[in-house]
């Protein structure tokens, strides 16, 4: 092999690694943003809980609570840049599979693709709530109820609202038996934590995903009983799926093991952050 070639297939090796390091350092900015909507939100949640409403436990809270914050525009735009990242690794994990042996499967490009278009929207309504607080992230119960009455005016429009409130249930119910069973083990460099890392892991995996998932269950529940009662009203967003945890015969205290449980949630993507394969 000559001279030529060995430096081309350098060249092309330098130029994948740092590939490889962006979309890293993109996917681990991106765990970081989520962390800090969840434990916002999380917050938020448990000030309801004790009885304060001012401000809505959904991701429009969350903006609207980091943009009070000291360097608060600043701190909107780096989440906004970091979920950018998120919605980036997510794309390239559709495009060239990801971590694992069935990485490149049929379906985990297909939820990658889910993902990134997810990824996307937030990203896009975190960047645009720093562009212009008045016209940016709105509130999650309106968008819920707005979108819900759209797809009910199209032909068939309640079976759809009903098929997509199944499939968030599914959602929750694989989100949360997911995280019981520890299934995150398999993305984690297990090898580099401590004991204690991984107890932290642990606690805050298992119980931030059971939250993660009860919230996304309950809110698949309100969307199915908007499209068997024809009534756009019934859906709820983020902020009413955890404000209707309290009206539950558990009273309020479901509502606080929640609220807790999605701040674990925060801190656990923190750790995905640090220590997830990539």
């Known amino acids: 092999m000559n001279t030529r070639a060995l430096a081309w297939r350098g060249r092309a090796g330098a130029r994948r690694a740092a590939d490889g390091s962006v979309m890293e350092g993109a996917a681990r900015a991106g765990l970081t943003a989520r962390g800090v909507i969840y434990l916002l939100v999380g917050v938020l949640a448990l000030r309801i809980a004790f009885g304060?409403?001012?401000?809505?436990?959904?991701?429009?809270?969350?903006?609207?609570e980091l943009a009070d914050r000291p360097f608060g525009a600043l701190l909107l735009w780096a989440l906004g840049i970091g979920l950018v990242g998120m919605a980036l690794w997510r794309l390239s994990e559709a495009v060239f599979g990801s971590v694992g042996k069935d990485g490149r499967s049929a379906r985990k490009r297909l939820l990658a693709v889910a993902r990134f278009v997810f990824y996307v929207f937030v990203a896009y309504s975190v960047l645009a709530f720093a562009a212009d607080r008045d016209n940016g992230s709105g509130s999650s119960d309106r968008q819920s109820r707005d979108a819900t009455a759209r797809v009910?005016?199209?032909?068939?429009?309640?079976?759809l609202v009903g098929a997509a409130g199944l499939v968030i249930v599914g959602a929750g119910v694989w989100i949360g038996v997911r995280a019981a069973r520890r299934t995150y083990h398999r993305q984690l460099r297990l090898g580099e934590l401590s004991p204690g890392a991984r107890r932290l892991v642990d606690v805050t995996g298992v119980g931030g995903g059971v939250a993660r998932g009860l919230v996304f269950a309950a809110a698949g529940v309100f969307a199915v009983r908007a499209a068997i009662a024809y009534e756009p009203d019934e859906a709820k967003g983020l902020d009413d799926t955890l404000r209707s945890l309290a009206d539950?015969?558990?009273?309020?205290?479901l509502l606080v093991c929640v609220a807790a449980g999605l701040v674990l949630f925060g801190?656990?993507?923190?750790?995905?952050?640090?220590?997830?394969r990539v």
Do not use: N
């Open 248 to 253: 539950t015969p558990l009273g309020p205290w």
């Open 152 to 159: 009910m005016e199209a032909p068939a429009g309640q079976w």
């Open 267 to 276: 801190v656990f993507s923190f750790a995905l952050a640090r220590w997830r």
């Open 52 to 64: 304060d409403t001012g401000r809505q436990a959904d991701r429009g809270g969350a903006l609207a």
